[in-house]
């Protein structure tokens, strides 16, 4: 079936720097990312839509400038966290429409904390 | 945009027994509705889903409905197992727009 790999499963941090994730489909082209954050016991919140090729759209809240996002190619999206702060420590995970109509593949997820 | 609410927000079964989620939406353009699990550190999991044009799905001892006039759809677990203790959530998407909305999310505990 369809696999997204992610990348990290989690990172630690300090202030003020930056975090890469990646997201990859693994066996078919994903056209479309979408990235999703989940605070502890919260349910997962829909932060930006990502298409290969184009600029990203944002959902309203969340700043485009802090999180970057580059569809780059078919296979390869990534999240970047800029100048993280301990607020933006949370689970992060992407997941893209798979082949089959209407479902919907998810990465492992990122475990980000700034310490 | 689409809002989804979802109850309860937990829920304590005793094994055996069965297990009713709720969920309702508001865009009344959604066609599609899936069911996850998420077991604690983990990802989502699909375990189930239906799209607008079925009344009724199942699949061994989980089954969905959909009451399209409504705006609801339910996930029913029978002879539940302390296995399925995890947090399940219900979605609704735009089959066109691709994005999810999820519900918050019910914490189901099935005691041995």
Same mark, same amino acid.
């Given at each position: 079936g ?18 890469? &994730?990646?997201?990859? $489909? *693994?066996?078919?082209?994903?056209? %479309? ?14 932060m ?12 309203q ?7 970057? &996002?580059?569809?780059? $190619? *078919?296979?390869?999206?990534?999240? %970047?966290?800029t100048s ?32 | 945009?689409?809002?989804?609410e ?15 989620i ?5 865009d009344?353009?959604s ?6 699990k998420?077991?604690?550190?983990k990802?989502?999991?699909l375990?189930?889903d ?8 199942k ?5 969905v409905?959909?009451?399209?006039t ?33 519900g ?8 041995p």
């Amino acid at each position: 079936g369809a696999v997204v790999s992610q990348h990290p499963s989690w990172v630690i941090c300090k202030s003020g720097t930056s975090v890469k &994730i990646e997201c990859r $489909s *693994l066996d078919f082209q994903a056209t %479309t990312m979408f990235w999703y954050r989940q605070f502890p016991k919260q349910s997962l919140m829909l932060m930006a839509t990502s298409n290969e090729g184009s600029k990203a759209t944002y959902e309203q809240g969340v700043e485009k400038d802090k999180f970057l &996002i580059n569809h780059a $190619s *078919l296979t390869l999206s990534t999240l %970047t966290v800029t100048s993280a702060h301990p607020e933006d420590s949370s689970f992060y995970i992407c997941s893209a429409p798979s082949a089959v109509p209407y479902g919907y593949t998810f990465g492992s997820g990122t475990r980000l904390t700034v310490v | 945009g689409e809002n989804v609410e979802q109850h309860p927000s937990t829920l304590s079964v005793q094994e055996g027994d069965s297990a009713v989620i709720k969920c309702t939406y508001s865009d009344s353009a959604s066609n599609y509705f899936p069911w996850y699990k998420q077991e604690l550190g983990k990802r989502p999991q699909l375990i189930i889903d239906i799209r607008s044009n079925v009344g009724e799905k199942k699949d061994q001892r989980i089954a969905v409905t959909l009451n399209k006039t409504a705006k609801h759809f339910s996930l029913h677990i029978t002879e539940t197992q302390p296995e399925d203790s995890a947090v399940y959530f219900c979605a609704a998407s735009l089959a066109n727009a691709g994005k999810s909305t999820f519900g918050d999310g019910t914490t189901l505990t099935v005691k041995p």
